[in-house]
């Protein structure tokens, strides 16, 4: 029996590497799980506040963001769809495992970086200023770890830059566990579950990940983008001046995001889709992945502008959904307190 939990940051409207990278796998695996396994998405409204958000928006993009996970297809009667902030047990195991981290652990996260450097709008992790980073930021992996430990999840579907992530949650599992002795282990070891396609770059700078709070909005084609944005966007991707295509990660970054993207929306591999196009230029790959992006992401777009505007039936696919979660992650607070001493 698993237990699948997963989140996204209500940053704004999901991307196409967030839906390709994470929300196309959540989907995925509600068709195929097993009756008996738990499947819990949420959205991670506490890890938003790590960067600066403006109140109103960050309230609307709350909703928006529900109405994108029903858009794509979660059904919030098989999956337990809810708001993090609506379950105070993730803020209370998140400060019971701060206080079992090593400082030391949490330096060694490469994403605090990145997601600095991208807001700071630095062109290298490097030229971020550390005195900026305020503790949030510095130790929101932890809370990471919470979310998933607090349901005892078994199984973590998230995109590749947040591997890292899981091996300090299933490191800070072990150590309470250890530290905290029972008839028998208390969290189990979740595992990372990859997605089939792999990290989607930035379309002006592919050597960053496409990310929802780079300044530069061409960067990144959004789940609500229309067929002309998409065309636009994806014209205008950075690429190389080489002849011909071919599927070169570390040498043509550009060109390989777009086979990446083309593979990710036919259900195909990027070097086999790469030897249908090595006598072809940019322009015919381009108009090739606008087309298979639009095809990918006009039902979600619909159904997306469909239900966004339902408030109230959104707000009670919120409180439902947080009220299941309340039951799962209460019994594993009654265990940790207990172990603890605090009960
Ligand atoms: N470019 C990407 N390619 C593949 N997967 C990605 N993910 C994010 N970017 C890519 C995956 O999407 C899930 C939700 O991400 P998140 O919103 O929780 O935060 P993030 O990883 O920090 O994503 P963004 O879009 O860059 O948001 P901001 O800009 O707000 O930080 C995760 O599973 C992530 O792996």
Redesign the pocket.
């Known amino acids: 029996k698993r237990v699948i939990f997963?989140?996204?940051?209500p940053?704004?409207v999901?991307?196409?590497?967030?839906y390709?990278?994470?929300?196309s796998n959540w989907v995925k695996l509600q068709k195929t799980a097993d009756p008996d396994d738990t499947l819990l998405f949420s959205i991670?409204g506490w890890?938003?506040l790590t960067?600066p958000q403006d109140p109103a928006v960050l309230r609307s993009a709350r909703d928006d963001m529900l109405a994108v996970l029903l858009a794509i297809g979660l059904d919030p009667e098989r999956s337990v769809l809810f708001h993090q902030d609506h379950n105070l047990h993730h803020v209370e195991l998140c400060w019971i495992l701060n206080c079992l981290t090593p400082v030391g652990k949490l330096r060694r996260m490469t994403?605090w970086k990145s997601?600095l450097a991208?807001?700071r709008n630095a062109t290298s992790e490097a030229e971020v200023d550390e005195s900026l980073l305020n503790s949030g930021l510095f130790t929101y992996p932890v809370l990471q770890a919470a979310d998933v430990l607090v349901y005892r999840a078994t199984h973590v579907?998230?995109?590749?830059?947040?591997q890292q992530h899981i091996e300090l949650t299933r490191d800070l599992a072990e150590i309470f566990n250890r530290t905290f002795k029972g008839q028998k282990p208390l969290f189990p070891l979740p595992i990372y579950v990859n997605?089939p396609?792999?990290?989607?770059?930035?379309l002006r700078d592919p050597t960053s990940?496409?990310?929802?709070?780079?300044p530069d909005t061409a960067s990144?084609i959004l789940l609500s983008d229309t067929a002309s944005q998409i065309k636009s966007k994806i014209r205008a991707a950075v690429t190389d001046s080489i002849p011909g295509i071919t599927y070169d990660p570390i040498s043509r970054p550009g060109t390989s995001n777009l086979l990446t993207i083309l593979a990710a929306c036919t259900g195909s591999n990027a070097q086999d889709v790469a030897g249908k196009y090595i006598s072809k230029g940019h322009g015919q790959l381009k108009n090739d992945v606008a087309d298979a992006v639009e095809e990918l992401l006009k039902g979600p777009r619909s159904e997306f502008e469909r239900i966004r505007h339902e408030k109230a039936f959104l707000d009670e696919v919120a409180r439902k959904g947080a009220s299941k979660a309340i039951v799962y992650s209460g019994a594993t607070m009654e265990d940790v307190k207990r172990r603890i001493g605090l009960s």
């Open positions: 997963s989140g996204i940051q940053t704004g999901p991307h196409l590497g967030n390709l990278g994470a929300l991670v890890h938003a960067l994403t997601r991208t807001s579907p998230v995109g590749e830059d947040q997605a396609s792999k990290r989607i770059l930035s990940k496409m990310s929802k709070s780079s990144r």
